[in-house]
């Protein structure tokens, strides 16, 4: 084979190189084309759509944790943190208002954890969450509250939070099964979302009959559900 030959069969083979590169670069468009294009598309409305609605403070969900009954004029809703001592101190006061309130309110809770300050109040929340599938996620709220201290600074509270459900005779592996679900997430994830949507920066973070209100003493809260419940006429 001469040179002349030589040259034009290297020529010929940088050519069929060629070729079957911009072959497989039409290949790999077509796949990002009608096969990773549509899936991330699928993948951004799932998560567009997938979130379930918000609720503003003075509409109810089904979902919602309601204490009391619903047809009172007065709606408390309390956007709150297990993990945020202020938040228990809310409790107390609530605990202590509660008997001479509750014929004219119903209490709303909703979670709010804030991680970056309280690493456990996710998982506090999901919890509480998972007990309300076992009907008991007032008491769990309760137990939450009340223990704060000393599950709050525990690199591992789940030992602490499973003797309270064992107190409650809950069902431990259905509850930490639970815990993982998309409905436990999503629901603690919507709580966060219609709270951001109203406002709520801070916890405990509280609404009578939509409005932002605060309190330090029973009297004073029990005088706001008093006015709240004139103004609506109960």
Avoid at 179 to 201: A, F, L, P, T, Y
């Amino acid at each position: 084979m001469n040179k002349r030959e030589q040259q034009r069969l290297r020529k010929q083979e940088k050519q069929q190189a060629a070729e079957r590169k911009q072959q497989t670069r039409g290949v790999a468009l077509k796949v990002g084309l009608y096969v990773v294009a549509p899936v991330f598309v699928l993948v951004v409305l799932f998560t567009l759509f997938s979130r379930g609605p918000t609720y503003s403070p003075v509409e109810l969900a089904e979902s919602d944790h309601i204490l009391g009954d619903r047809s009172t004029p007065v709606t408390i809703t309390v956007y709150a943190d297990f993990q945020c001592p202020a938040c228990a101190q809310e409790q107390q006061l609530m605990s202590r208002a509660w008997p001479s309130i509750n014929d004219q309110a119903h209490l709303v809770f909703r979670h709010f954890p804030i991680t970056s300050s309280h690493p456990n109040a996710w998982r506090a929340s999901l919890y509480a969450e998972a007990a309300a599938r076992q009907d008991r996620f007032w008491e769990m709220h309760d137990y939450l509250f009340l223990n704060q201290n000393l599950w709050a600074g525990s690199g591992n509270p789940m030992e602490e939070w499973d003797s309270y459900a064992l107190e409650l005779s809950l069902d431990i592996d259905r509850l930490h099964a639970d815990m993982d679900s998309d409905e436990v997430i999503q629901k603690v994830r919507n709580d966060q979302r219609s709270g951001s949507r109203s406002g709520v920066r801070g916890t405990p973070t509280i609404f009578i009959n939509g409005n932002l209100s605060s309190f330090s003493t029973v009297s004073r809260l029990v005088e706001l559900v008093d006015s709240a419940g004139s103004a609506s006429g109960g």
